[in-house]
């Protein structure tokens, strides 16, 4: 991954060795708009580190309604409910 990773500002604050670690497993990934990155009740396998743009988090109602309740860009992370980004044993 190149040094564009230093464009999300979680990433970019981590330590040189905690980046080098995560580094192995950081993939570069286009987004196109409609893209649903995790559906509700389903297993998270892979966190996304936006570099540009944002992912919206959305509540969808019984009735299938959806509602933004959440905007993710460059600053954070979505996915990192799944536990420690990395392993410091």
Do not use: C, W
Request: glycine share 8%.
């Amino acid at each position: 991954m190149p040094a564009r990773v230093k464009e999300n500002y979680i990433l970019k604050r981590l330590e040189a060795d905690d980046l080098a670690a995560l580094r192995p497993n950081l993939k570069p990934f286009t987004m196109v708009r409609g893209t649903v990155v995790h559906r509700s009740k389903t297993q998270i396998d892979q966190v996304y580190f936006p570099l540009n743009g944002m992912i919206s988090i959305l509540a969808v109602t019984k009735s299938g309604e959806q509602i933004e309740t959440a905007v993710v860009g460059r600053e954070g992370v979505v996915g990192a409910s799944i536990g420690s980004l990395v392993d410091r044993t």
